[in-house]
C-alpha cells in the first residue's frame, strides 16, 4: 500500500506559476497527476512511469512538466502560464503498472489532494 501526500497547491493570478509536490510512504512503478473542477469528471494531467516516460493531457502541453527527485520519494508538478482552466482540487495518483494511462481507473493509490486557484 503506498500512501501519497500532496503539497503546493495555493492562488495565483493568471499567468503565474506553482509547483506541486507529492510524497510517497514507498516505491511505485508509475505515478501521475489528476485533476478535479467542481462538477467535472477526474481528468489526467500528467504521467510519468518509472523508466522515465512522461505524457501529458493536451490542455497542459508545454506549460506543465512532471518531474521527480532523484531517490523516486518525490513527484512533482512545475506548473507555468497558469490560466483560470486551471482551477482544480490537483490529486497525485499512484500504480504497480509499468504502463498505465492517464484514466484514473489505471491507479490504485490516490492522495486527499491540493487546491490550486488561477483568478
Known amino acids: 500500500h503506498v500512501q501519497l501526500v500532496e503539497s503546493g497547491g495555493g492562488s495565483v493570478q493568471a499567468g503565474g506559476s506553482l509547483t506541486l509536490s507529492c510524497k510517497a510512504s514507498s516505491g511505485t512503478n508509475s505515478w501521475a497527476w489528476f485533476r478535479q473542477a467542481p462538477g467535472q469528471e477526474r481528468e489526467g494531467v500528467a504521467l510519468r512511469t518509472k523508466h522515465g516516460i512522461t505524457t501529458y493531457a493536451d490542455s497542459v502541453k508545454g506549460r506543465f512538466t512532471i518531474s521527480e527527485d532523484n531517490m523516486g520519494d518525490f513527484l512533482y508538478l512545475q506548473m507555468n502560464s497558469l490560466e483560470p482552466e486551471d482551477t482544480a482540487m490537483y490529486y497525485c495518483?499512484?500504480?504497480?503498472?509499468?504502463?498505465?494511462?492517464?484514466?484514473?481507473?489505471?491507479?490504485?493509490?490516490w492522495g486527499h489532494g491540493t487546491q490550486v486557484t488561477v483568478s
Open positions: 495518483a499512484a500504480t504497480y503498472n509499468y504502463f498505465p494511462s492517464l484514466r484514473p481507473t489505471d491507479y490504485d493509490f
